[in-house]
């Protein structure tokens, strides 16, 4: 296992199109986080998870975002009726536990046309 | 709130010579300190993490960073730049209070001219 893993790496969509995200951790991290990151920005934090239990989902940026982890192991992240506003690259990263280094994968780099 | 200023988005250092980005954050208690390195459409790869026991931190590809209290900062250094330094640097900072989650700096583009 050599770190955290995103699929896809890149996706383009139409607007209105539903998108799947997918995020495999490294395999003993307990910890498993969501970011947006737009051009020239840091990160924007959007949920996290400790195993299965979605710890915190209120800094989801609307009710068209949602995210599962139904086995505390991978992850997916939905977008539901894109938007344009939506493009931008979105960052998986995972954590052994509360307070340890998160380790982030590629990425995926979402443009809706 | 917590939040973390990064001085200069952009900053442009000669090959061979000293690099410093800066860093500081606002918070009543001293918070678990991180920087990242981003290369152009990668993710986040860790630099170095304080957790309160050295002020002084060693991180990978020759860099380190200095906790100091009293000034609330955390400025990342480079003895000698490498052509291959350039990329973006992230500050971030976590505490327990607010469930370790992660406060991002804007990010300080590091330019290495030959």
């Known amino acids: 296992d050599t770190g955290v893993s995103q699929n896809p790496r890149h996706k383009i969509t139409k607007r209105g199109q539903n998108v799947t995200f997918r995020c495999d951790p490294i395999s003993e991290h307990n910890r498993l986080y969501w970011y947006r990151q737009t051009l020239g920005q840091g990160p924007e934090f959007l949920t996290y998870f400790q195993n299965e239990a979605q710890l915190e989902k209120s800094r989801l940026l609307s009710d068209r975002f949602s995210a599962e982890r139904p086995k505390g192991s991978f992850s997916t992240l939905e977008i539901q009726r894109t938007e344009q506003g939506d493009s931008a690259m979105y960052l998986c990263a995972s954590s052994l536990g509360t307070g340890d280094e998160q380790y982030f994968g590629p990425g995926t780099r979402l443009t809706v046309t | 709130a917590q939040s973390v200023t990064q001085l200069g988005s952009h900053v442009s250092v000669s090959e061979g010579a000293l690099v410093l980005l800066r860093c500081n954050y606002s918070?009543?208690?001293?918070?678990?300190l991180f920087w990242y390195v981003q290369y152009p459409n990668q993710g986040l790869q860790l630099l170095l993490k304080?957790?309160?026991?050295a002020t002084l931190v060693k991180g990978i590809n020759g860099f380190e960073a200095e906790f100091k209290k009293s000034e609330t900062s955390f400025h990342l250094t480079k003895p000698s730049a490498h052509m291959s330094d350039a990329a973006e640097y992230f500050c971030?900072?976590?505490?327990?209070?607010?469930?370790?989650?992660?406060?991002w700096g804007a990010g300080t583009k590091l330019i290495i001219k030959p």
């Open positions: 971030a900072v976590s505490r327990k209070e607010s469930n370790y989650q992660l406060i």
């Open positions: 304080y957790t309160s026991a």
């Open positions: 918070s009543s208690v001293p918070p678990y």
